[in-house]
């Protein structure tokens, strides 16, 4: 018996290899990005892709370096502009969310206007918008904030409208008041759909600020890449596209984050551990 | 003995004159310090009757009265637990049994200078229910049986004189039902509160109830009154006697008998 249990315990210990160490779930989304990269590289070597059609990842890595200055400057700006139009569509959401979120009579009311307001392409406002205000970084703002502060306001609004009436029931048998219910129950109980919504909104908001900067701005990717385009800067395009998508994954996990640290109650499997 | 809810021929209906009629003609008594417990079929307007009581709905024709006062808003001397406990998750389980204290005027405007007092006094009930050093867990860290007790605790912390319970162990299985059965039993023998139960479980009417209420189908009316004979304090052990078991095939029959009326 001992003999036996002795030389499992031996050959368990130094089993574990170098691929077993590895935390292969961590390093996937790294390993999956470059697996993309490599396909797209070995796509455009394969079919002879002319740059102006489809450029390698390499020439798109190259462009980025060559062109650093206007690149860094354009993307600062599209951040700028989205990440200021995503604040007013946060404060902005959050209180028509919760007003529209506040009687049935208002849900009923302003419900169908929202929908059909949001059901119009923002692209077809940015013209107004710049006899509003001119062309630049305003209309870019206001059209991020357009696109995205809908999800937020139907997402406060739901999580309201949905407080189980038994709830609601034990707390006005106390003789609570609507402004008791919602600040006591209605408000905390949106919150994990609020901060759920900002990270569909805030992906919004860069569509928002792109579209507004490619068709009225100077300043900008969208304006970067669309002049990129009319020079046959086909690489520039791709950079300037592989830019939003970095800024876009850092805002959203900015968000996740956010999410994660302010309604932990909300993940219970994850905390209950 | 004095009443402490009177409800007195009492309509209620749902959606304008057209609407369904919930009850008709209800009258019943609750005394004092007393343990009521409503039994019927399905849709007999128990939960009307829960509503009725609690000043959440008002009665189209008759009156209620509850602690000598015609109930025309909702009256803040009632705790109410549900089947569902409806714990708040954000909140732990003690901040949940304060929430009542935020809401009832008489409290509210005391609760922020006398708070140790307060969670004293939540604390007391945790340990009283069983469930002591639970206060800082979050109801989802308890199991369904102990967020059942914590929802009781809510119910009394602000020491209403009446507690009104619609099938709180309704969802629970049946060691834990017996388990908190006495619970209620003891609770009720200490603090002298008024109950109204509301259940489906006609054994559970029986063991815990000094009078039952049977209602009819829709429209709900009061078709019959018992008075539970059995001497307190009860044992779990009284459901195996015959007398017991007598009354709640009695019930059992009346309630049968209603749901074919219908």
Same mark, same amino acid.
């Given at each position: 018996?001992?003999?036996?249990?002795?030389?499992?315990?031996? /050959?368990?210990?130094?089993?574990? /290899?170098?691929?077993?160490?590895? +935390?292969?779930? %961590? &390093?996937?989304?790294?390993?999956?990005?470059?697996?993309l990269f490599?396909?797209w590289e070995?796509l455009v070597?394969?079919?002879?892709t002319?740059p102006t059609i489809l450029p390698a990842p390499s020439r798109v890595f190259q462009a980025i370096v060559q062109y650093w200055?206007?690149i860094?400057?354009? *993307?600062?700006?599209? &951040?700028?502009?989205?990440?200021?139009?995503?604040?007013?569509?946060?404060?902005?959401?959050?209180?028509?969310?919760?007003?529209?979120?506040?009687? %049935?009579?208002?849900?009923?009311?302003?419900?169908?206007?929202?929908?059909?307001? +949001?059901?119009?392409?923002?692209?077809?406002?940015?013209?107004?918008?710049?006899?509003?205000?001119?062309?630049?970084?305003?209309?870019?703002?206001?059209?991020?904030?357009?696109?995205?502060?809908?999800?937020?306001?139907?997402?406060?609004?739901?999580?309201?409208?949905?407080?189980?009436?038994?709830?609601?029931?034990?707390?006005?048998?106390?003789?609570? %008041?609507?402004?008791?219910?919602? &600040?006591?129950?209605?408000?905390?109980?949106?919150?994990?759909?609020?901060?759920?919504?900002? %990270?569909?909104?805030?992906?919004?908001?860069?569509?928002?600020?792109?579209?507004?900067?490619?068709?009225? /701005?100077?300043?900008?990717?969208?304006?970067?890449m *669309?002049?990129a385009?009319?020079?046959?800067n086909v690489p520039l395009v791709f950079a300037g596209l592989l830019m939003l998508a970095v800024?876009?994954?850092?805002?959203?996990?900015?968000?996740?984050?956010?999410?994660?640290?302010?309604?932990?109650?909300?993940?219970? *499997?994850?905390? *209950?551990? | 003995?004095?009443?402490?809810?009177?409800?007195?021929?009492?309509?209620?209906?749902?959606? #304008?004159?057209?609407?369904?009629?919930?009850?008709?003609?209800?009258?019943?008594?609750?005394?004092?310090?007393?343990?009521?417990?409503?039994?019927?079929?399905?849709?007999?307007?128990?939960?009307?009757?829960?509503?009725?009581?609690?000043?959440?709905?008002?009665?189209?024709?008759?009156?209620?009265?509850?602690?000598?006062?015609?109930?025309?808003?909702?009256?803040?001397?009632?705790?109410?637990?549900?089947?569902?406990?409806?714990?708040?998750?954000?909140?732990?389980?003690?901040?949940?049994?304060?929430?009542?204290?935020?809401?009832?005027?008489?409290?509210?405007?005391?609760?922020?200078?006398?708070?140790?007092?307060?969670?004293?006094?939540?604390?007391?009930?945790?340990?009283?229910?069983?469930?002591?050093?639970?206060?800082?867990?979050?109801?989802? $860290?308890?199991?369904? #049986?102990? $967020? $059942?007790?914590?929802?009781?605790?809510?119910?009394?912390?602000?020491?209403?004189?009446?507690?009104?319970?619609?099938?709180?162990?309704?969802?629970?299985?049946?060691?834990?039902?017996?388990?908190?059965?006495?619970?209620?039993?003891?609770?009720?023998?200490?603090?002298?509160?008024?109950?109204?139960?509301?259940?489906?479980?006609?054994?559970?009417?029986?063991?815990?109830?000094?009078?039952?209420?049977?209602?009819?189908?829709?429209?709900?009316?009061?078709?019959?009154?018992?008075?539970?004979?059995?001497?307190?304090?009860?044992?779990?052990?009284?459901?195996?006697?015959?007398?017991?078991?007598?009354?709640?095939?009695?019930?059992?029959?009346?309630?049968?008998?209603?749901?074919?009326?219908?």
């Amino acid at each position: 018996m001992s003999v036996v249990t002795g030389n499992t315990a031996a /050959s368990a210990t130094p089993a574990k /290899s170098l691929a077993q160490r590895i +935390n292969w779930v %961590k &390093l996937a989304p790294w390993l999956y990005t470059i697996g993309l990269f490599v396909l797209w590289e070995l796509l455009v070597i394969v079919l002879q892709t002319p740059p102006t059609i489809l450029p390698a990842p390499s020439r798109v890595f190259q462009a980025i370096v060559q062109y650093w200055s206007p690149i860094w400057k354009n *993307s600062l700006q599209t &951040l700028y502009t989205t990440t200021v139009g995503f604040a007013i569509a946060v404060v902005a959401g959050l209180a028509i969310g919760l007003f529209i979120g506040w009687s %049935k009579a208002i849900y009923a009311g302003l419900y169908p206007l929202m929908i059909g307001f +949001n059901a119009i392409p923002k692209v077809a406002l940015v013209p107004i918008l710049v006899i509003w205000f001119g062309i630049g970084a305003v209309p870019a703002i206001l059209t991020a904030f357009l696109i995205s502060f809908f999800p937020i306001v139907v997402n406060v609004a739901t999580g309201l409208a949905t407080i189980e009436p038994e709830t609601e029931d034990v707390l006005r048998a106390l003789g609570a %008041k609507k402004l008791d219910i919602m &600040l006591k129950v209605g408000i905390p109980r949106s919150m994990p759909y609020f901060f759920g919504s900002l %990270k569909v909104a805030i992906t919004l908001a860069f569509v928002g600020s792109v579209v507004s900067e490619t068709v009225a /701005s100077n300043y900008g990717l969208g304006n970067m890449m *669309s002049s990129a385009q009319s020079q046959f800067n086909v690489p520039l395009v791709f950079a300037g596209l592989l830019m939003l998508a970095v800024e876009g994954i850092a805002m959203y996990a900015l968000m996740a984050w956010i999410e994660r640290r302010m309604t932990g109650w909300a993940h219970r *499997s994850t905390m *209950s551990q | 003995m004095s009443h402490l809810v009177t409800i007195d021929n009492v309509d209620m209906r749902y959606g #304008g004159a057209a609407g369904t009629l919930a009850v008709s003609g209800l009258t019943m008594k609750v005394g004092k310090g007393e343990f009521a417990a409503v039994v019927g079929p399905s849709g007999c307007g128990k939960s009307t009757l829960m509503k009725l009581v609690t000043g959440l709905h008002i009665p189209q024709s008759g009156v209620v009265i509850v602690a000598d006062k015609q109930v025309t808003k909702p009256v803040s001397i009632v705790g109410m637990a549900f089947q569902n406990p409806t714990m708040l998750p954000w909140r732990t389980t003690l901040d949940n049994i304060l929430l009542p204290l935020e809401i009832v005027e008489r409290h509210r405007h005391r609760l922020r200078a006398n708070k140790k007092e307060y969670v004293e006094k939540a604390e007391h009930l945790l340990e009283t229910v069983g469930l002591k050093g639970f206060g800082s867990k979050f109801p989802w $860290q308890l199991s369904g #049986g102990m $967020q $059942q007790r914590a929802n009781l605790c809510r119910a009394l912390i602000h020491e209403p004189e009446l507690l009104m319970l619609d099938e709180p162990f309704g969802a629970l299985d049946a060691f834990t039902r017996e388990e908190l059965w006495c619970v209620i039993r003891d609770l009720h023998a200490a603090q002298g509160v008024t109950i109204v139960l509301v259940t489906h479980d006609l054994r559970e009417a029986t063991f815990l109830a000094d009078r039952i209420f049977v209602m009819s189908a829709r429209p709900g009316k009061v078709l019959k009154e018992h008075t539970v004979p059995f001497a307190r304090p009860r044992d779990l052990e009284v459901m195996y006697e015959k007398a017991f078991n007598d009354m709640v095939h009695e019930l059992h029959g009346e309630i049968a008998s209603a749901r074919v009326v219908a």
